[in-house]
């Protein structure tokens, strides 16, 4: 978050709503619903109620919806609410505060069971997010902290993230390189991807953060190229960089490429997709790892954390999602092309044993 990944401007300009370029621009309106993703919300054969009778609506609120991240995301959360028999509701994000929160009342006034709100920032959320709770509609978040005791977390163990990708790059760079970092704060994943470079930088003193960018201005992967760019100039002794959401690594990668720096930068990036295996196999690409979940798994992952907190059985405060570490010699070596691909040869990437029950059908 990948990432999430969670509109803040560039350049360390506060976050907050009101500091931002003027989100108002955006209608607020139902133009973001997308309408039922599942034709039929049937009954479920031995399911607990409501899914005994069918017709239970799940609504999900995207914050950002651009990147395969999120569309795989959203495809693994429509397959897995197809087999629930769940009419899922799907709020595309367009990471403007103000119509998340819209969004979410709009998700409130039809009368879902359950909201999956999906990235955000905490502080636009916790009194709309309140609100839905008070009516008893359950909410589940991903990766963003909404810091309530009745808001279960579903997050891509980060941690665990940033720690591969980190761990790989010191393995082909030893411990003493220059990095550039690109990075937004303010996203709950991003955040906690972040503690684990400020940590790792401490512990490898002679790793030398030489500039730091980023950005979620759309399209994002242009937009952080186009600051890449003017840092591969300003700083042409980087050799590594840690660019912690795919997007950030595939404008990283553009970046290099216009520069012809395939031969002299080794990108290191979280989260994948289909688009983002055909850039790391490309020849002198400077994309070399990505430590990553499958998107689709957690957007499944998502839908059944809903519908167990809908069914009022128990459940996990912080659901965690564990990652894969997948490098260009792994993509090369098991001639793997595509997302589906990876999955069939790492099993470990197909599934996730996260949020079930015996009565769930897991779709993956």
């Known amino acids: 978050m ?61 914050y950002i919806s651009e990147g395969d991240f999120f569309q795989a995301y959203e495809a693994g959360a429509q397959k897995q609410a197809k087999a629930l028999g769940i009419d899922l509701r799907i709020f595309e994000g367009r990471q403007d505060a103000a119509q998340q929160r819209d969004q979410i009342q709009q998700a409130i006034n039809l009368g879902v069971s359950a909201i999956i709100v999906n990235h955000g920032l905490p502080e636009s959320l916790g009194d709309v997010v309140q609100q839905a709770l008070d009516k008893g509609i359950k909410v589940i978040a991903f990766d963003v902290n909404l810091s309530n005791p009745k808001v279960p977390q579903i997050e891509q163990s980060d941690r665990d993230l940033a720690s591969l990708l980190l761990a790989q790059a010191v393995k082909d760079n030893g411990n003493a390189f220059s990095a550039g970092y690109v990075y937004v704060a303010g996203f709950a994943p991003l ?39 003017a840092a591969y100039r300003a700083h042409p002794d980087i050799r590594v960089v840690i660019a912690p959401y795919d997007e950030f690594a595939r404008g990283a990668n553009l970046a290099a490429n216009e520069a012809n720096l395939g031969d002299k930068l080794r990108i290191y990036s979280a989260d994948i997709s289909t688009a983002d295996i055909e850039a790391i196999r ?65 099993p470990a990437f197909r599934t996730s044993d996260a949020a079930t029950a015996p009565w769930i059908p897991v779709e993956q």
């Open 2 to 62: 990948k990432t999430s990944i969670h509109q803040l401007i560039r350049n360390g300009v506060s976050r907050r709503p009101s500091a931002r370029r003027t989100l108002g621009a955006f209608a607020l309106c139902a133009a973001g619903l997308a309408g039922s993703l599942t034709a039929h919300a049937g009954a479920l054969k031995g399911a607990p109620a409501p899914f005994d009778k069918g017709g239970v609506k799940i609504a999900l609120v995207n």
């Open 191 to 229: 955040d906690r991807r972040d503690a684990v470079w400020q940590s790792f930088k401490r512990e490898h003193p002679a790793v030398q953060e030489k500039a730091r960018w980023g950005t979620v201005d759309n399209p994002i992967a242009q937009s952080v190229a186009n600051q890449a760019a």
């Open 282 to 346: 490309a020849p002198n690409s400077a994309w070399v790892a990505t430590a990553a979940t499958n998107p689709a798994v957690v957007g499944a992952v998502s839908v059944r954390a809903a519908a167990i907190e809908v069914a009022g059985q128990p459940l996990a405060h912080q659901i965690v999602v564990k990652p894969t570490l997948v490098t260009r010699d792994d993509l090369v070596k098991n001639d793997i092309r595509t997302v589906a691909e990876l999955g069939t040869k790492f």
